[in-house]
């Protein structure tokens, strides 16, 4: 499982964030979907493979994470939603804690989560009351959830800073082959440049596949830059190991012959001198995730 309810705040945790958490409680996590208890799988520095969740004993009837991977597959290729709506549980907005939202131009605060609750059902009926909607607390179970649902890209989305209310139109995709002014602030992607990336005292540099091109030369790519002065070291370790896992995921996928691409995720703020660059200010507001991006 990519994410798991925490026992103690309620709070929905994605798996990476088993690498900043710390000391990481292997009892402390549930399955978001029937509260079977969830084991946290290769979080330490030495395991290569992205963090996990387990069901080591199963799930309870019913539960919809346990659907996911079907579900996913069959989104892959057509729209799941039905008359009576969508049939799994999705993340319906961001929710930034003991933060400011970045690039929020009317600095609205986060609203805390009002169902961030726990329940504790294990049968049928109960089940039917837990949470569709949940609150991300990084960009990352978003993005997945725009890859695994192209064709439901409607669904309802919140993400601080960002005036739009749906998968669609919260995600931007970076022009290809122009460097342009962004009016709004949206969730940025683009494909990665795995030869390209700055890592220093100061920051972050990591550049992209699109922008300016001269004679089938990308002369003006697009670049994300983290300043990251500021940052703990084990702030810095989770985007660099994101960063670093991905690369090997890409790796993978290339052997494989798969079309899978490295795409680099962020809200950031657009550089008002240099338009190439973007600053993003937050650990939370960037991640990578190696898919086929569909365009249905
Ligand atoms: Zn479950």
Redesign the pocket.
Known sequence: ?ESARDKRTGEIVDAEQLWIINPVDPMGYE??????Q?TPCSYRPENKVRPYFS?KDG??AG????GEVALVKRARKQRVTIREGFPGSFPNRLVLRDTRPVSSPDGSPTAPSSDGGRRTGSNGSSERCRNRHWAAQTIRPICRTFINYPFDRDLPLVVPGVTADTYQHVFRSLKSDQVIQYPEPRLFYAPISWKASIADDDRLEIQLSYGEWKERKLTRPYRVRMDWTDWSAAKRNYVSREIETARSEYMTAKKRGDKEKGWLFFIGRQDESDSTLFHVDDHRLVCCVVNEVIYP
Do not use: I, K, Q, W
């Open positions: 499982m399955c978001r979907g029937c509260s079977a969830a069901a799930h309870n539960c919809d994470v346990e």
